[in-house]
């Protein structure tokens, strides 16, 4: 967490310069209208694009709010301490709201817990409010207009860039980093997280060019292979680690704003170029799959080429790439990626 860290420390002074420079100012509104100038220098109003519109935060925020996945690692990343965050539900080992390398941030940070917002059943309005935020961080999320419109009331909201679910973890640290006045900080992030990547994976040389699919797989039915497109960071980020995509989801992502999508297991044969499956259960599911004479078809489930993580566990967790999450379960999950690719044939 070194890279973090320090990105983190010169972050907090560059957050901290700039609040005093620029509080109070009324002549924040006579710089450029163009966003990524404005945020890049610090400077403010800034204007982000997103799905809903647009977003101008007037001045550099102090209470930062986050809802839905993973948006508070952004701040956290760059020595920002939220407000309010989601509460995390799935992969939480010791249940107390919070993923381990956002435990590790806020203990690094020698900072207490921000309030959590339970979001089992949805967005909880009157809970961020309480917070009263300056600004509410939402840019990888599943917004709704309506949900967007209430929370807009709040304070200005960053939603997604394009399609919900749609974010890549490059553009959730730009678009979050942004609204804080942050970007060059930002930038920096990805630059540093990027290389990391690639500095990692290059000691794992069996996943080069081997195709994967990030599946989804119910033991109550198994007549459909759910899997998710390349909209969705999980699969996507296959190409981060050298491999291909399938055909078969290379098609359904062009053809569908989805971020998941399912094929009949009678079509089983139109997944002959997975090498390696990565999916969420345990080996009773492997062994599930491989009784099944339809899903077995498909050459990874025949070979045991199959990523089993286990359901809600931090790395089951951390296999949806975010800032924090990176640098904490990248190896594991690379240990059990390169395991699997082989095994196929």
């Not at 921000?114 to 009263?132: K, M, Q, R, S």
């Not at 990888?140 to 309506?146: A, I, P």
């Amino acid at each position: 967490m070194h890279t973090l860290r320090a990105l983190g420390t010169a972050a907090s002074l560059t957050a901290a310069l700039a609040l005093s420079a620029c509080g109070g100012s009324g002549s924040a509104g006579e710089g450029s209208t163009d966003s990524e100038q404005d945020a890049s220098s610090g400077d403010f109003p800034v204007t982000i694009e997103h799905a809903f519109g647009e977003t101008t935060i007037e001045e550099q925020p102090e209470r930062v709010a986050s809802v839905a996945w993973a948006n508070h690692e952004v701040p956290l990343a760059l020595g920002v301490v939220p407000v309010g965050m989601s509460e995390a539900t799935w992969g939480d080992d010791d249940k107390d709201g919070v993923l381990p390398w956002v435990e590790d941030a806020l203990t690094e940070m020698d900072a207490e817990t921000p309030v959590l917002f339970d979001e089992t059943d949805g967005i909880d309005f009157e809970a961020v409010a309480d917070t009263e935020p300056d600004v509410i961080l939402a840019a990888y999320s599943g917004l709704t207009q309506e949900e967007y419109d209430t929370l807009s009331q709040i304070a200005p909201v960053v939603a997604y860039p394009e399609l919900a679910w749609g974010t890549t973890w490059q553009q959730m640290v730009e678009l979050n980093s942004q609204a804080l006045g942050l970007a060059e900080e930002g930038d920096a992030l990805v630059t540093e997280l990027e290389g990391y990547v690639a500095d990692t994976v290059a000691d794992y040389p069996a996943l080069e060019g081997k195709s994967a699919m990030f599946s989804s797989h119910s033991t109550d039915d198994l007549s459909q292979v759910g899997f998710y497109t390349t909209h969705d960071p999980r699969a996507l980020f296959f190409e981060e680690l050298g491999m291909t995509t399938p055909e078969l989801v290379s098609e359904r992502s062009a053809e569908s704003e989805a971020f998941y999508e399912t094929v009949s297991a009678e079509n089983a044969d139109l997944l002959a170029d997975v090498d390696v499956l990565v999916t969420y259960g345990d080996d009773s599911l492997l062994s599930q799959l491989q009784d099944n004479p339809l899903v077995s078809a498909i050459p990874a489930v025949e070979d045991g080429a199959v990523v089993m993580l286990e359901n809600d566990t931090p790395l089951a967790a951390a296999a949806n790439p975010s800032p924090l999450a990176l640098e904490w379960g990248l190896t594991d999950f690379l240990d059990l990626v390169q395991a699997a690719a082989e095994k196929s044939r």
